[in-house]
Every structure is written in structure tokens, then in C-alpha cells.
């Protein structure tokens, strides 16, 4: 089945704003502005530096209107980006059934994003955070484009593009369910001609026992092979992180649980499994729910995680890494502003080592202003020696009191374009700030 454009949205201008996976992508170290062609694609210029609105709200867009949610970022062959989101209500009429998965990328030769286009009409689907519910990706050998998503029949969906995004065929991925599973946070990821689709299956239970992560991996268009992911406790049904190896195993971070609540970050792979973190504050409330990001960027395992701490009551965020054998203590990621009045990180993050450091971007969820340092994203640079400065804004020109964005970073991903050089993607659902605008916003390290 083919999905063709099925509407076009209004596009804001798309130039340079001064003052402004899964989660992180490959680093393309060809990126550049100068022309070429690959794939029968025209390369044309580099997106400009500074936030651009990828995926804006049309002028008439209602107020319950939600346009990027689920945001998932992508790196084509020139390290140019590729958005995949949700539009949730577009007519803002309160139903959802019209719900769309749409996806659009920077052309180049316009000098802008293209149109978005639909892939399918997705019905009422679960937008709520923390989960990702949509993950982008592209296949560095054949050029295929996948995006794995949910629809309203509950099942894990697979669009792929073999000509550049500009038509999509779509089939259902997952396997059959017998236990009456509630599937979440797909995750696709590519090595060679296999493609691999991990995904959250829960029943209806309660902490620990019985959750499961499903792994399913084909080559070509051959059938699944299937295994569970599981630890030492089986997975809850938070988000989880895939990255693949160099050789093109998949490695996995997730959360479990046990009957007490307690709760485990594990790291599984080819077969192994080990532990990350453990907390015992009960996760009793969505605003407690844990999240992780992995990158096995340079062959060193390194994740970043949202977990609340019982024994260091300012700590949220957290960086580790692997070691020869053991992976390094959890190192809680520095918070703006006096105790007390911390400017709050919560759910959403990506992590990238670009080739020379380790790079963290996080939601910056704490409400109002009083105290507020930098705004948001919150972006994590380590130092020569792997010690970690304090986060700011992307536009680190701006100062800590010179920001475009307050609170922002639902969905936030993250990918290097060349070394040292991030692009950063998040759903910025605002749309009274005069310097962006809102909706799909991105930003560009020239």
C-alpha cells in the first residue's frame, strides 16, 4: 500500500532565528553546503545555523491542535535532518480519529523544509508522556527511510521509503499478541540489509513480573525472528533505549521493576546483562517515570537517564558509561540555579558522543520563571577529563538570561552532522514566541 501527500500545512519562513533511537543518530562528517548528488537527491545548501521551525502550525490551526508530538529526528546521507511526528487533532475538534503521522526533511536546493506529508491517518493513539511513540531512522547502505509508530488498532506500524521519503509503503510489524499486551515505544534501527524493531508489550499486572521487551529483527524482505528482552527482572513498560554494535548486534537500556517498586536500569547485550542503576523511590505518580538514552557511538556504551534518587534529592539526570567490564558509577548531571529553586529536567533526553566528547540535551520541564537559568533544551558538554560544565541553551551567545525558549524539549532528539556539531529536534508546542515559532522546531550547530 502506498501513502501519498495527503495535505500540506502552511510552512513559517524557515531562516536563520538569531537567539535561537530512539534519540541520537549517526555523525556524517561529509555534511556540508556545497552541491552533490547521492541517490539522485541534489545535496544543495546546509540547513542555517540557529532554530528553524521544521514542522510549524498552520495559521488556522485550533487550539486543542497539536502539531509534532512523539518528534523522532533523522540524518540523511548529507547530514541534513528528516523529522517524523505526530499531528494530534489537526481540525481541533476534539476527536481524535484523524489523528496523522506526517514527515518532512530540509530540501536543500529550496533552502527549506519541504511540505509535510502524511504517511497514515493513525486515529486516537497514547500521546501522553513520557513515551515515544514514534522513532525514526534511515539505512546508511540501501538509503531506506523507516519510521516504526503505533496506530489505533494497537499495533506496531513500519512506513519505508526507497525513494527519499517522497512515497512510503506501510505494512504491520508486530507480532501477534496472545496475552492482551498493550504495545508502546517502538524503536527501529538498521545494520546492513536487517532491519531491526524493538518494542514495549505489558499486560494488565502490577509492578514487576511481567512486562516484556520484544525484539524482532528480519533481513530483506524475509520473515521475523523474535526474542524477549529481558534481565534479571522483566521490562515495565517505560521507555527504552536500542542502539546496535559495530558489527550489528542490538544492545538494550531499560527499567524493571520489582514488587516492591524498587527500580532497575539494565543494560543486555549478546546475551549478558548488566546493571546500570537502581533506585527504591516508587515510581507512584507519571511525573516519577523513568526514561533512558543509549549510544554506542566510538564502541564505547554510554547512556543518560531520568531517574529519581532517594538518597540525593536534587539528582534527575544521570550519565554513565561502560567500562572493560562494569559500568561506571551513575554521575547526576548538574542542575542550574541555587538548591531549592533548581531548574527541573524530567523525562525526555538524547545523548551523542560526537567524536572528540559526550554530549547530553534534556527536556527543561520546571515550571515558571522565578530562578530560571539558560531555558531550555538544557544542553551537557563534557570537558577535557570527561568532567561535565553547567547546562545551558543551545545558543550558548545568548548568555544565561538571554534565551528563546523558557521551558522546552518533549521529545527531544539529537544527532552529530560533523564532528563537534549538533543537530537538536524537539516538540515545541508554544506558539506566542515571536523568535521561533512552534510546533517542530531544530537546531542547527553551523
Keep these: 500500500m502506498r501513502a501519498f501527500a495527503l495535505m500540506a500545512l502552511v510552512l513559517v519562513a524557515c531562516g536563520s532565528k538569531p537567539t535561537p533511537m530512539n534519540d541520537a543518530g549517526p555523525m556524517n562528517e561529509d555534511a556540508g553546503a556545497d552541491a552533490g548528488v547521492d541517490a539522485g537527491r ?250 533512558v538514552s543509549l549510544t554506542l557511538e566510538g564502541g564505547t556504551p554510554r547512556v543518560a537517564f531520568h531517574l529519581l534518587s532517594a538518597t540525593e534529592a536534587d539528582a534527575q539526570l544521570w550519565f554513565s558509561e561502560k567500562g572493560a567490564s562494569d559500568w561506571s558509577a551513575p554521575v547526576a548531571l548538574p542542575r542550574n540555579g541555587p538548591v531549592g529553586m533548581l531548574d527541573s529536567t524530567q523525562w525526555y533526553q538524547a545523548i551523542v558522543f560526537d567524536g572528540s566528547k559526550v554530549d547530553v540535551v534534556a527536556n527543561f520541564a520546571r515550571a515558571g520563571t522565578v530562578g530560571q537559568q539558560c531555558g531550555g533544551p538544557k544542553l551537557y558538554r563534557t570537558a577535557p577529563g570527561g568532567t561535565w560544565g553547567q547546562p545551558c541553551h543551545p545558543l550558548e551567545a545568548g548568555g544565561v538570561t538571554v534565551h528563546a525558549l523558557n521551558q522546552g524539549g518533549s521529545w527531544v532528539s539529537m544527532a552529530a552532522h560533523k564532528p563537534g556539531k549538533l543537530t537538536i529536534a524537539l516538540d515545541y508546542e508554544q506558539r506566542g514566541n515571536p523568535t521561533i515559532g512552534g510546533g517542530v522546531i531544530v537546531y542547527r550547530e553551523p
Design 42 to 291: 541534489p545535496r544543495g545548501d546546509d540547513p542555517p545555523s540557529g532554530w528553524t521551525v521544521a514542522l510549524p502550525y498552520p495559521a488556522d490551526a485550533g487550539v486543542s491542535a497539536r502539531f509534532g508530538v512523539g518528534a523522532s529526528l533523522a540524518l540523511d546521507q548529507y547530514g541534513q535532518p528528516m523529522i517524523a511526528a505526530l499531528v494530534v487533532d489537526p481540525n481541533s475538534d476534539g476527536v481524535q480519529a484523524d489523528n496523522r503521522l506526517v514527515f518532512t526533511r530540509w530540501d536543500g536546493v529550496a533552502r527549506a523544509w519541504q511540505a509535510p506529508i502524511t504517511l497514515e491517518v493513525v486515529g486516537s493513539v497514547d500521546v501522553n508522556n513520557p513515551g515515544r511513540p514514534v522513532s525514526l531512522a534511515r539505512n546508511p547502505g540501501s538509503g531506506v527511510i523507516g519510521v516504526a509508530y503505533l496506530n489505533e488498532s494497537g499495533v506496531v506500524r513500519y512506513a519505508h521509503s526507497e525513494d527519499e521519503g517522497a512515497h512510503f509503503s506501510l505494512e504491520t510489524v508486530s507480532a501477534a499478541v496472545s496475552d492482551s499486551s498493550v504495545l508502546s515505544n517502538p524503536v527501529i534501527a538498521y545494520a546492513g540489509d536487517v532491519l531491526h524493531l524493538a518494542y514495549d508489550a505489558r499486560p494488565t499486572c502490577g509492578a514487576g513480573a511481567c512486562g516484556k521487551i520484544i525484539h524482532r529483527q528480519r533481513t530483506g524482505s524475509g520473515a521475523f525472528a523474535d526474542d524477549e528482552v529481558q534481565g534479571s527482572l522483566k521490562a515495565r513498560d517505560w521507555p527504552f533505549a536500542m542502539a546496535l554494535t559495530a558489527s550489528g548486534e542490538p544492545a538494550f537500556a531499560f527499567f524493571s521493576d520489582d514488587t516492591a517498586g524498587a527500580v532497575t536500569l539494565s543494560y543486555v547485550s549478546a546475551g549478558s546483562t548488566q546493571t546500570i542503576a537502581s533506585s527504591t523511590v516508587l515510581v507512584d505518580a507519571v511525573a516519577k517515570t523513568p526514561s
